[in-house]
């Protein structure tokens, strides 16, 4: 994958519609970019550069800025494990360095098979459910040793799949309020309506997360009841209790919120 595809250029198009100067669109759509190939290729940024009329310099200045966005390829799993305060105070570190053993690797490195991506992070706005984890955006707390080994588990064999995208697919939720119908940005043809608000109980691109661990890193489904806090909580996809929820939403702000 290098530039955007068919679907995505036309989003991208709606996007940078959505402001009066196009270099604005300039974060909407390197997370557009990154979701489509998991990191920012080089010939992507090309584009994304062409499309908001800023050098190819100017947008891997902005990229190169900002942690969540990847200049070279990660594993299929981005584990991001929250070192600070309330984490660090629930045994972050101790977390990590059992992370670390577990695949053989050190925040910065990925796993041989290209499963895992491991880095720290700084506040993850799951302090309620310290220590916390992020997979691909999305929020697993009250994490034990255990609940990683629980965790690696159920995402190898892929019993994840529905509730952890793939990397870079920040948000389940597209906006589009203010989009114009038919996306064609700078032009008139075809855009005299603006598309119907989402119906935003239906309209996710990935079910509701539900952490599969209860607190302590015990499997929810070994706790009586224990998930039914849990996918209550993801159903509406901004509670960051028990369950987990979309990272992205509450951590960056992003044209699909
Ligand atoms: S300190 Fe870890 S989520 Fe806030």
């Not at 972050?92 to 577990?102: G, M, N, P, T």
């Not at 691909?136 to 799949?161: H, K, M, P, Q």
């Amino acid at each position: 994958m290098a530039r955007l595809n068919e679907d995505n250029l036309v989003r991208a198009r709606e996007l940078v519609a959505l402001y009066p100067h196009k270099r604005s669109a300039l974060i909407p759509l390197l997370h557009l970019l990154q979701e489509q190939d998991g990191y920012l290729t080089t010939d992507g940024m090309q584009h994304v550069a062409e499309l908001v009329e800023l050098t190819p310099a100017e947008v891997r200045g902005t990229a190169s800025f900002y942690d969540m966005f990847h200049l070279e390829p990660v594993g299929k799993y981005l584990v991001a494990v929250c070192t600070n305060i309330a984490c660090l105070l629930h045994g972050a570190y101790d977390l990590v360095e059992h992370i670390e053993q577990s695949l053989g690797i050190h925040p910065g490195e990925t796993t041989p098979d290209g499963m895992f991506t491991l880095e720290d992070a700084e506040c993850l706005a799951l302090c309620g459910n310290a220590p916390c984890v992020t997979v691909n955006w999305r929020y697993f707390g009250d994490l034990t040793a255990d609940g990683w080994d629980s965790l690696v588990e159920d995402l190898r064999s892929g019993r994840l799949d529905d509730e952890v995208p793939p990397h870079g697919t920040l948000s389940r939720v597209r906006r589009a309020v203010g989009l114009m119908a038919g996306g064609a940005a700078g032009s008139t043809e075809g855009v005299a309506a603006p598309r119907p608000a989402p119906d935003l109980a239906t309209s996710r691109t990935t079910p509701a997360v539900a952490s599969t661990l209860a607190p302590g890193g015990v499997p929810r489904d070994a706790v009586a009841g224990g998930g039914t806090q849990a996918q209550a909580a993801g159903a509406d996809g901004r509670a960051a209790g028990r369950g987990g929820t979309d990272a992205g939403a509450a951590v960056t702000g992003t044209e699909d919120q």
